[in-house]
């Protein structure tokens, strides 16, 4: 079975900070994505990583893949109090496996 | 572009009881999931359907939840009888390849409370 770790589980930050958040396994993945879902609502895609050690930036967040594409991480720059929610990482094998979450919280 | 839809978005019922859930997809998805999101997770898939056959089923209670999608579109997911710990939201996606790979969109779920 392939899991997906996810750390922190939640994070407190003030706007203007910056964070990071991590997404393990012992797994290989095909390819790994990144959720944001906001109470009541579905999981909405971020981005979608393919290549071991890729990079991709989207304004404000930046996600790795790991060179084994066992890991990957978001960060954040100067966060905003939009930027709260609950985010999600999720590995392609031979179905899509989700984290645990890790939930953050941006205060003004 | 309509979204996924699910009906009803609550749903509380006591143990034992039956209940079922509705989704209709993105026009044109032929591929539909069924998550299970127990509070404090992330989405556990149950079942995935491509058209109207069952793909990949492998962690559904079979004992006591039940799903179909008759017409290769819309779908129904139920719950017969409800235990306390099926408490959870369920959400529906439904997906497209693109050349980066599979992309799923979701809906906005259903919570339900089991008493």
């Known amino acids: 079975t392939q899991l997906l770790e996810q750390s922190p589980q939640f994070l407190s930050i003030q706007e203007g900070e910056n964070l990071t958040v991590y997404c393990n396994s012992s797994s290989v993945f095909s390819s790994l994505q990144w959720y944001r879902q906001e109470p009541g609502e579905g999981p909405v895609l971020l981005v979608t990583?393919?290549?071991?050690?890729e990079v991709k930036k989207l304004k404000r967040l930046t996600f790795q893949f790991g060179d084994a594409r066992k890991d990957s991480s978001l960060h954040i720059t100067a966060a905003q109090t939009g930027d709260t929610g609950l985010y999600l990482c999720a590995g392609y094998g031979n179905k899509l496996v989700f984290g645990a979450g890790t939930i953050l919280r941006v205060k003004s | 572009e309509a979204g996924v839809a699910q009906s009803p978005r609550y749903k509380i019922i006591e143990k034992r009881q039956s209940v079922a859930f509705w989704c209709n997809p993105i026009?044109?998805?032929?591929?539909l999931y069924w998550y299970q999101q127990i509070l404090g997770q992330g989405p556990k898939l149950l079942i995935q359907?491509?058209?109207?056959?069952?793909?990949?089923d492998s962690q559904l209670p079979k004992d006591r939840f039940s799903a179909e999608r008759l017409k290769g579109v819309d779908s129904t997911l139920k719950i017969q009888p409800a235990k306390l710990e099926d408490s959870a939201v369920y959400l529906c996606?439904?997906?497209?390849?693109?050349?980066?790979?599979?992309?799923?969109?979701f809906g906005p779920g259903t919570r339900l409370t089991v008493l």
């Open positions: 359907f491509q058209n109207n056959g069952v793909v990949d």
């Open positions: 996606a439904s997906s497209f390849r693109t050349s980066g790979g599979e992309r799923q969109f």
């Open positions: 990583v393919v290549t071991g050690g």
């Open positions: 026009s044109g998805h032929a591929t």
